[in-house]
C-alpha cells in the first residue's frame, strides 16, 4: 500500500513545522476543523483505506486524484477531484492528465463514476478524458455524463469536444465491437450557456437531482468560458474553481462554504527558477493564477470553515513560502493538497487525512442496478484481411 513515495532519514517537516510532501501526512496544522463545539465528534482512522470505511448518510467526501498541474509528475497528476455524498451520489470535477488511475486505485467500478463536471478545457483538467471514457465492456456500460460550458464559439465548447473526443475514439470503438458491450462508448454532453452570466444571473443550477443542487458560475481564466462549480447538499457545501485570477466575484459565489477548494500557484520568480521559463514568461503565466497572499484574500470574503489550495507545484522548498504568503492576509484553516488526499465534511467538523491506495488494483464490479447494457454489437466492417488472418497462430 502506498503512504508516500519517500523515505526520510531527517526531518519529515518543513522549517516552519508542515509535513513535508509524500511522507504521508497532509500538509497542514488543522488537520480537523470543528464546525460545532460541545458535540461528540466522529473519530477517523489517520489513512483512508478504499472500501474499508463507509461514509456517513450526512457526510461529503472529498478525494484529490490530482493535485498538479500540465508539468504531469508521478507523484502529481493535473487537476482532478472525486466528490462522494452519502445518498450515493458520485461526481468527478475536472480530469486532469494521470488522474484516472488515482481514481481507479479507490476501487469504485467505473460503471459508478459516470458523472463529469468540467470546468474548461485547459488540457491539464481534461487530459486523461479518454481514459475515464474507455469503460467499455469491462466496467461503464452506460454513456459518460459530461457537464461544461458553452465556449466563445461552437467549437470552444464543451458539447464540441465531447463530439470530436467521441469521433477520436472512433477506431478503438469499432475494434472492440463485438467482442464486449459498448453501449458505454459514447458520451452526452449537458452544456450550458455562458452568456446567460450576468451581474443580474451570477450563477446557474445545472444540476438539480436527488438532493443535489450544483450551481456554475464564470471564473477569470485566460479567455472567457471558465467556470467555477457550487455544490450544496443536506447542510454541507463546497465551491471548486478549476484555475484563475482571484476575483471578488468568484469568492461572492463561494460565500459560506464549508470547504472552498481553489487553485494555488507559485511566485513568479520561484515559477521562473523550477520552470525554467523566462521571468517574463513566468510573470505572464502567474498572472493567469492565485499566490497564496491573494488566495488569503479570497478566504477573508468567503469565510469558509477550511480552505484547499491546489493546483500548486509541491517541493520541500514550496510549502513554507505558499504558507507565509497567505499568513500575510488571512489566518483561517488552510491545506496544501498532495494526490489522495481525503476530506470528510460532516456536519459537526472537517477532517482531512491521506489515503493508502493499492497501486496494482482491480477494478471493483458493477452494481447491480450499473451494470448497463451487456449487449454485444456486430463486429466492425473493417475485417482484417484474409491473406494475413489465414497466417493466424492459433495454438500447438
Not at 516552519?16 to 482512522?45: I, R, S
Not at 484516472?100 to 486523461?128: I, R
Not at 503565466?285 to 497564496?292: I, N, P, W
Request: charge should be negative; aromatic fraction near 10%; proline fraction near 7%.
Amino acid at each position: 500500500m502506498i503512504e508516500g513515495y519517500r523515505c526520510i532519514s531527517g526531518p519529515d517537516t518543513t522549517s516552519d513545522g508542515y509535513p513535508l510532501p509524500l511522507t504521508g501526512k497532509p500538509l497542514t496544522k488543522h488537520n480537523v476543523v470543528v464546525k460545532k463545539e460541545g458535540v461528540e465528534l466522529k473519530q477517523y482512522p489517520e489513512r483512508f483505506f478504499p472500501k474499508k470505511e463507509d461514509l456517513g448518510a450526512d457526510e461529503i467526501r472529498l478525494t484529490c486524484i490530482g493535485s498538479g498541474n500540465p508539468i504531469v509528475r508521478r507523484a502529481q497528476a493535473a487537476t482532478g477531484w472525486l466528490c462522494e455524498l452519502g445518498n450515493g451520489d458520485k461526481f468527478i470535477f475536472d480530469v486532469g492528465g494521470g488522474t484516472v488511475q488515482n481514481l481507479w486505485s479507490l476501487e469504485y467500478s467505473p460503471a459508478e463514476l459516470d458523472k463529469l463536471f468540467l470546468t474548461h478545457l485547459h488540457l491539464d483538467h481534461v487530459g486523461d478524458y479518454h481514459v475515464l471514457f474507455d469503460g467499455m465492456g469491462w466496467a461503464r456500460n452506460a454513456p459518460l455524463q459530461v457537464w461544461g460550458p458553452s465556449g466563445y464559439t461552437k467549437e470552444m465548447g464543451t458539447a464540441y469536444f465531447c463530439e470530436l473526443m467521441d469521433k477520436a475514439a472512433l477506431w478503438h470503438i469499432e475494434s472492440k465491437r463485438g467482442l464486449v458491450p459498448s453501449s458505454g462508448a459514447v458520451s452526452v454532453a449537458h452544456e450550458f450557456d455562458v452568456s446567460q452570466f450576468s451581474p443580474e444571473n451570477p450563477r446557474l443550477l445545472v444540476y438539480d437531482e436527488n438532493g443535489v443542487k450544483i450551481y456554475a458560475f464564470p471564473v477569470i481564466h485566460c479567455i472567457y468560458g471558465s467556470v467555477g462549480y457550487r455544490v450544496e447538499w443536506n447542510g454541507l457545501s463546497f465551491t471548486f474553481h478549476g484555475d484563475g485570477s482571484p476575483s471578488t466575484f468568484e469568492a461572492e459565489q463561494a460565500k459560506g462554504v464549508d470547504v472552498f477548494m481553489h487553485e494555488g500557484f507559485l511566485d513568479a520568480e520561484t515559477f521562473h527558477q523550477k520552470a525554467k521559463l523566462p521571468l517574463q514568461n513566468a510573470q505572464l503565466v502567474v498572472g493567469e493564477h492565485t499566490t497564496g497572499d491573494k488566495f488569503g484574500m479570497l478566504m477573508n470574503i468567503v469565510q469558509p470553515k477550511l480552505g484547499v489550495a491546489y493546483h500548486y507545484f509541491l517541493d520541500d522548498d514550496t510549502i513554507d513560502p505558499f504558507y507565509e504568503l497567505y499568513h500575510q492576509t488571512c489566518d483561517l484553516p488552510l491545506v496544501l493538497t498532495q494526490d489522495l488526499m481525503v476530506i470528510n465534511i460532516t456536519p459537526d467538523q472537517i477532517v482531512t487525512r491521506q489515503a493508502w491506495t493499492n497501486p496494482l488494483h482491480w477494478p471493483s464490479p458493477a452494481p447491480p442496478d450499473k451494470r448497463g447494457d451487456m449487449t454485444l454489437a456486430t463486429r466492425s466492417e473493417a475485417a482484417i484481411p484474409k491473406w494475413i488472418k489465414d497466417t493466424l497462430i492459433t495454438g500447438p
